[in-house]
């Protein structure tokens, strides 16, 4: 602080009329040199060389000057492992202005950059423990960051949440995967997230809200043998979900218009029929020999059909020969004989009845 | 799918269900490969519809075996398909598909042409009402196909 005063003491000279503007203000606003509990070392400087007034301006201009240098530090510092709590930073120590303005001021400073970053940290799979990472706080967040907490944890929420997520869409394409999951220390990208460390493309056209935007990345995914399975992830915006999908993005894939075409013949009313239709087209060949060969079997038989058709009910094929007479039989010859024997029994009687008569 | 085809194809499958042999005969025989299978969908449509529409959605296992028993006394014979045949493809086509996995397509063939003239002429069809359902069976086919040409 005390060099910031001797800063302010050498620039003061540097223009005249900013040091006669703070003169007088310094002597509109009087010699009040210890307002807001401020340790003036004015008092006690020896060289008597500025008055309440212009101390008073100094603070005043020096509220502005090391508040920029604040915010810089403050978000270094927020990103920093090493940065102390700030009870036990630098400020609180050299410098006794409005610490509570400062403090203020310093709760919202950081907070865009931490939002990126903690964006960025999502994407971010090498990031070590500790380092960066807004997802793996030491378990008290308020003793590495001390701003807005409540947004970070809010926004934590939901930024590690699309890794799992890619990783199951990896899981749900990779068909030959033994772990079942993208290796995230495979060569290149992996499970389709943008590394740092790696240096595979990053998601273009980051949203305002940090969710990436939609992409495709090639991955290798290790087979149950060992060797490396390319597997393409894709990375989608909540618009190109599926209809009725409610899931949280990056879940689902959108479908190719076969695969729209598949679900919604299967998924109809129609979806039976269209799948039946399908087998009996394949099996046209098949089908035709059949259809013809029982025709020809159903109208031999001819069995009562359609109304109209006038086929009688005979019970057996009419092409099938009809059993075989025995030899020097005919159905004339046995119904003549068969007459024949009939006449002749009759004849008998006739005579035997007349006989009997006659003799009575 | 050309619509002549269909319409050939619907003037087969109505000759084979009026037991008009003398048509039936000569335009089967001259179907070609695409003919084929155009009359073969036709074929399944108007089957599919006509199974459906004699049992419906709520039959059991015991209708269809009461239906195949009298359907092989009464309309194609006991030696034209086997009971068991027939069960399976009606069933089949009434929800319960796997049924006919098993079997060749050949003999699924022939059991669902002889249970399709023997709901047509257990239901007493007239020649309208196959008209109908032929229509119906067409315009299933035609919709079939166009799912098809855009794939």
């Known amino acids: ?360 | 799918m050309t619509t002549p085809a269909i319409d050939k194809s619907a003037r087969i499958l109505k000759a084979l269900l009026a037991d008009d042999m003398d048509t039936f005969r000569p335009l089967h025989a001259g179907l070609d490969s695409d003919e084929r299978r155009v009359f073969a969908a036709l074929f399944g449509a108007a089957f599919y519809k006509a199974a459906n529409d004699r049992f419906g959605k709520d039959c059991t296992v015991a209708d269809v075996i009461e239906f195949v028993a009298e359907a092989r006394a009464e309309h194609v014979g006991a030696d034209t398909v086997s009971a068991e045949d027939a069960e399976r493809v009606l069933r089949a086509v009434l929800g319960e598909a796997d049924l006919t996995s098993g079997m060749s397509a050949y003999a699924r063939s022939a059991a669902e042409t002889a249970m399709l003239i023997a709901i047509v002429r257990d239901a007493a069809l007239s020649a309208d009402e196959v008209d109908a359902l032929l229509d119906v069976a067409a315009q299933q086919v035609r919709s079939f196909f166009e799912r098809q040409g855009r794939r």
Request: net charge negative; no cysteine; glycine share 12%.
């Open chain 1, 1 to 360: 602080m005390n060099e910031l005063y001797g800063a302010s003491d050498t620039a003061a000279p540097a223009s005249d009329t900013s040091a006669a503007t703070l003169r007088e203000i310094g002597s509109r606003q009087g010699s009040a040199d210890t307002t807001r509990g401020r340790p003036d070392a004015a008092q006690g400087n020896s060289s008597g060389g500025y008055s309440g007034a212009d101390i008073e301006a100094l603070l005043a201009a020096e509220e502005r000057l090391p508040e920029s240098r604040t915010r810089q530090d403050a978000a270094a510092d927020t990103w920093s492992d090493t940065t102390d709590d700030l009870a036990d930073s630098q400020w609180t120590t050299e410098y006794d202005g409005d610490l509570e303005a400062l403090l203020a001021t310093e709760d919202h400073l950081p907070e865009s950059r931490t939002r990126q970053e903690a964006s960025a940290a999502t994407w971010d799979d090498t990031t070590e423990s500790g380092d960066d990472d807004p997802g793996s706080f030491s378990g008290d967040p308020a003793s590495e960051y001390d701003g807005d907490v409540s947004a970070l944890i809010a926004a934590e929420d939901h930024l590690p949440e699309s890794r799992p997520r890619q990783e199951a869409a990896t899981v749900t394409w990779d068909g030959g995967g033994q772990d079942g999951g993208a290796d995230s220390g495979s060569a290149g990208a992996t499970s389709g997230t943008p590394d740092t460390a790696t240096g595979p493309s990053s998601p273009d056209g980051e949203g305002a809200d940090g969710t990436p935007a939609p992409y495709e990345s090639l991955v290798a995914v290790h087979a149950s043998d060992g060797s490396d399975v390319p597997v393409t992830v894709a990375y989608l915006s909540p618009e190109d979900r599926t209809l009725g999908d409610t899931t949280p993005t990056g879940i689902g894939r959108k479908p190719t218009g076969e695969e729209f075409l598949d679900m919604e013949s299967e998924g109809s009313a129609d979806g039976g029929l269209d799948r039946f239709l399908r087998e009996r087209t394949e099996e046209a060949d098949d089908l035709h020999d059949a259809l013809g060969s029982v025709a020809e079997t159903v109208h031999d038989l001819r069995l009562p059909g359609p109304p109209g058709s006038g086929h009688a009910h005979e019970g057996h094929p009419v092409h099938e020969p009809m059993p075989p007479a025995g030899p020097g039989f005919t159905d004339l010859a046995g119904s003549t004989a068969l007459i024949g024997v009939a006449v002749l029994t009759a004849f008998h009687h006739w005579i035997w009845d007349r006989r009997k008569g006659d003799t009575q």
